[in-house]
């Protein structure tokens, strides 16, 4: 498929849910899967799939003891078909897209009605657990029917709607929580309505387009609406309807949404977690969040859920994050860090927790200004960990060959630097509980240099390893003859 189609049918399928899974049925990456069971079953097969760096995408029908009609999707951004290659070209043709400018945002288009709208149910009628509301992960406090949802609430004081993803549990038929960490714009807005001494009415998506839920994990700068970005990235409008309770608006082709009201935390409240997160552990626990009523359940069709619940990164479909590390590279380049020849993070550490940078050493301390920069800076400051500085000739999509690089480029006495009271957050397991107590979400960092000593590094063991270059020229001269070098 050339470059062009390939990118017609990528915004087609991010534009609209079931579209995406036409697509991936036609390319052959839809996994239909029925009569699961939500409590712990449908978490087992989803981290069973992740085991390939492509999975599939699985569309659960038939759900044990919920509405036969509804379904839920999972894997909607790490199909081969939607993310390609993982590697450092992938990070560049990133950061080379994003020179180019973003797109203009585009606003929503109000419509009358839509399918959301096709079914309502409202009052005593409503029963969030009618529809799939899994228990993803075995020591989950309760059913998380929201996971990859979209959280929308409008400013009490402009015209501001702000769209983010928090997770969303249940419990009972029209009570959720939804954790909103201290300062995420969910949390502005809704304390400006508690401080009025009302509650703050919010719609909570549970099914939508991809692209939806791709803007609705950025962190955009307050007053921006996320739909607006949307819009601009699919190159039309977001069809809205306003929401018959809230006025809050609703994408139109959304599968479900619910009109909420998140009580004052004096109200009522409700434990919520533990939930399994994305560093592989239960480290932020249960607490006390508010409680949200549910006044409306709206939904198409035969909807169909979106989940997309944390699992630990070591699972390969839980790949890189091409965007995290090319921010990093414009960051080292923004600072006047020269020679970069890579960026990655190493899978393990999910998103944050380990930054390699690779570079061709130009001068003494080099190595040190890269370190110190790709730990520092804004895309690497929350959450991080380690920071390795290779040579230009370590494959750094490799962990073995990073590994290596430290392994016997390293000296951990002299190469090293430690830096303690960096930014960190709750879902980080080292937090000690007086730490957590106190508020002092910090750690330490450390900054490996696992590369050749500048100043005797022409003096280094040479490197016992075929040249690409001549082994290129074997492997041609015998491939017909030798069966493994035929792929
Ligand atoms: C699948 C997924 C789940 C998330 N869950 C939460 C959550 O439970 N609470 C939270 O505060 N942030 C969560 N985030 C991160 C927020 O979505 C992110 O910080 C986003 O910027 C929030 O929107 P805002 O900037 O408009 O507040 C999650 C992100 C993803 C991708
Ligand atoms: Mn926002």
């Known amino acids: 498929m050339n470059d062009d189609r390939l990118n017609d049918e990528r915004t087609a399928a991010i534009g609209d849910l079931r579209e995406f899974i036409r697509i ?3 390319h052959g990456e839809l996994q239909v899967i ?7 079953e449908m978490g087992a097969i989803y981290e069973l799939s992740l ?7 699985l569309l659960f029908k038939a759900i044990k003891g919920c509405d036969p009609t509804a379904r839920v999707v999972m894997n909607v951004r790490t199909s081969k078909f939607m993310v390609g290659d993982l590697d450092l070209d992938a990070v560049m043709t990133y950061r080379l897209k994003k020179r180019e400018g973003s797109p203009d945002p585009i606003p929503p288009r109000e419509v009358n009605t839509g399918p959301v709208l096709d079914n309502s149910i409202e009052g005593d009628d409503v029963d969030i657990y009618r529809f799939p509301h899994p228990v993803w992960h075995g020591e989950d406090g309760g059913p998380y029917p929201g996971t990859e949802c979209l959280v929308i609430m409008k400013d009490p004081d ?7 993803t928090y997770r969303t549990q249940a419990h009972d038929k029209n009570t959720i929580t939804v954790f909103t960490e201290p300062g995420k714009h969910g949390d502005q807005i809704r304390r400006k309505y508690w401080a009025r001494g009302e509650a703050c009415p919010v719609v909570v998506c549970l099914g939508q387009a991809p ?3 791709g803007v609705g994990r950025v962190a955009y700068a307050p007053g921006v ?3 607006d970005i949307a819009g601009g990235q699919l190159g039309r409008p977001i069809d809205i309807v306003k929401g018959p309770l809230t006025g809050i608006p609703i994408p ?3 599968e479900m949404a619910l009109e909420c009201r998140i009580l004052p935390p004096e109200e009522e409240t409700r434990v919520e977690g533990p939930f399994g997160e994305w560093p592989g552990y239960y480290a932020s626990g249960a607490r006390d969040e508010p409680a949200v009523k549910i006044d409306a359940i709206h939904h198409r069709d035969d909807p169909i859920m979106i989940g997309q619940p944390p699992v630990r990164p070591t699972l390969p479909g839980r790949h890189t994050h091409i965007g995290g590390a090319a921010a990093i590279w414009d960051a080292l380049e923004a600072a006047g860090v020269p020679g970069v020849t890579g960026v990655w993070k190493l899978a393990a550490g999910g998103s944050r927790f380990i930054n390699v940078v690779a570079i061709k050493q130009l001068h003494a301390g080099h190595a040190k200004m890269a370190g110190l920069v790709a730990t520092g800076c804004g895309a690497a400051g929350f959450m991080g960990r ?3 500085v290779v040579d230009e000739d370590i494959d750094i999509t490799n962990a073995a060959e990073v590994m290596w690089a430290l392994a016997t480029r390293w000296d951990p006495k002299t190469q090293t630097d430690i830096i303690d009271g960096c930014w960190s957050g709750n879902l980080d397991p080292t937090l000690s509980p007086e730490k957590r107590a106190t508020g002092n979400l910090t750690n330490s960092r450390i900054i490996m240099y696992a590369v050749r000593p500048y100043h005797w590094k022409d003096a280094f063991p040479q490197v016992n390893m075929v040249s690409r270059d001549y082994a290129a020229e074997v492997a041609e001269k015998w491939k017909d003859k030798l069966k493994f070098l035929q792929d």
């Open 225 to 227: 609406c996320e739909l």
């Open 252 to 254: 139109a082709h959304a």
């Open 34 to 40: 029925e009569g699961a069971d939500p409590h712990h």
């Open 24 to 26: 991936h049925e036609a």
């Open 51 to 57: 085991e390939d760096l492509h999975p599939p995408v």
């Open 211 to 213: 692209v939806l839920g």
């Open 158 to 164: 402009s015209d501001w709607i702000n769209v983010g």
């Open 386 to 388: 380690l920071t390795v």
